[in-house]
């Protein structure tokens, strides 16, 4: 997730830093080399030896759905985050897949006063981690299955309410292929996907993450930014594969500007 989010960033013209382990093997080494070719800064990628690398199977149905075989060897993340040093960030993007490493950037953004955001795919379980996210981030992006599962709340708007309660960060649900809603000032807010062919939705939330996170940290507001990740995860959607169809800048500019000709007015 981090790592497509990285290379997405790097694809639309920000400059990425991805912060994890992987294991000290040939898929770690080629994962390292292809994160390379993206421009996505490695130094603060842990190499943890006598470990396998994480990987996983998707399989991809006609409609575009896909599901995912994940392995992620039990130990990866049970250890500390490398220290981060005080190089420039404009935004800190995280999911909740290494506690340490979690904490670690979050509070790098907070000293730095920088957009945090946290894409939150599944119910957080362990209660230091749920604390440090709540406490510290500013943009908590649950997926739907997440935020019910996390407030027990069958409608999106009541569980966006509920977590609201519990931070004072923005916070926002995605919704596939019916949107993203969000809460501003209490008032629920939407914003309907773009209408696209879909061909595999593999990484398409990655890609939403990455280019919301870069969003922000150009300056955009809310609003914007879930309409520029919008259009980087649809022109994702159109492409066979997860990464190789992840878009440039260029593409997303020019994806933009066409649907602004074809509002009506």
Do not use: Y
Request: hydrophobic letters at 45%; proline letters at 4%; charged letters at 25%.
């Amino acid at each position: 997730m981090a790592a497509n989010a990285a290379v997405t960033v790097s694809r639309l013209g920000g400059m990425s830093v991805l912060v994890s382990c992987i294991g000290d093997d040939a898929d770690g080494r080629a994962a390292l080399e292809g994160l390379a070719l993206e421009h996505v800064d490695t130094h603060f990628i842990r190499r943890v030896v006598a470990t396998t690398t994480p990987f996983s199977t998707v399989v991809v149905s006609a409609d575009g759905a896909r599901t995912v075989f994940n392995h992620t060897p039990p130990s990866l993340f049970d250890r500390p985050c490398l220290p981060l040093d005080g190089r420039r960030i404009d935004a800190v993007l995280t999911d909740c897949r290494w506690p340490a490493g979690t904490e670690a950037a979050l509070r790098l953004g907070r000293e730095h006063g920088v957009p945090c955001v946290v894409d939150i795919d599944r119910r957080i379980n362990d209660d230091v981690t749920r604390r440090a996210v709540f406490e510290l981030g500013t943009h908590l992006v649950f997926s739907e299955d997440a935020l019910r599962e996390s407030t027990g709340c069958p409608s999106s708007a009541d569980g966006l309410l509920s977590i609201a309660r519990e931070t004072g960060a923005h916070v926002a649900v995605t919704l596939g292929g019916r949107g993203v809603e969000w809460l501003d000032g209490g008032v629920l807010n939407s914003l309907d996907a773009f209408a696209v062919d879909v061909v595999d939705t593999t990484a398409a939330g990655d890609v939403f993450h990455g280019a919301f996170a870069l969003a922000l940290a150009e300056g955009l507001d809310e609003r914007e930014g879930f309409r520029f990740a919008a259009a980087a995860a649809a022109l994702k959607c159109i492409q066979l594969g997860a990464r190789v169809g992840i878009p440039d800048r260029r593409a997303v500019d020019d994806f933009l500007l066409g649907a602004m000709a074809v509002r009506p007015l």
